[in-house]
């Protein structure tokens, strides 16, 4: 019975350092002069806390980083920077609304992007339903 409850006391202590890991959403909607300087913050962001679970929520100017063949200012794609984050388990998710409104067909985005229906709700829900912190970057 002793044996049962440590391990009961083991489970509990872990399951509650699970629940402290910071979930994090960046609402990103400004164009591609300012997207270099968020990959640079997420990478920091995962530099000092390895185990953030981070989203990145696009909508307006700010999904133009994830089309393809999209570059920053020095002539680099994003599409680099872009994929590893996204092995380090940051999601990259994109607003339909948007892609709607300027007429972008899906297929032009990164294979690392997900397109939810709002960005502005996603980012709500994230917050609301599931806890995340907001960053605007």
């Given at each position: 019975m002793r044996h049962a409850f440590i391990a009961f006391l083991?489970?509990?202590?872990?399951?509650f350092a699970h629940a402290q890991d910071v979930k994090v959403v960046y609402h990103v909607n400004t164009?591609?002069?300012?997207s270099a300087a968020i990959l640079a913050n997420i990478t920091n962001h995962l530099n000092a806390?390895?185990?953030a679970k981070i989203v990145v929520v696009t909508h307006g100017p700010g999904i133009d980083f994830l089309l393809t063949d999209a570059k920053?200012?020095?002539?680099r794609e994003f599409s680099g920077p872009v994929s590893?984050?996204?092995g380090r388990g940051v999601e990259f998710k994109v607003c339909?609304?948007?892609?709607?409104?300027?007429?972008?067909?899906?297929?032009?985005l990164l294979m690392e992007t997900k397109?939810?229906?709002?960005?502005?709700a996603?980012?709500?829900?994230?917050?609301?339903?599931?806890?995340y912190v907001y960053l605007k970057p």
């Open positions: 083991f489970a509990l202590v872990a399951s164009g591609v002069e300012s806390d390895p185990k920053d200012s020095r002539g590893a984050l996204a339909n609304n948007t892609l709607t409104t300027r007429n972008i067909d899906a297929g032009k397109v939810v229906p709002s960005g502005v996603e980012v709500a829900r994230l917050q609301a339903k599931e806890g």
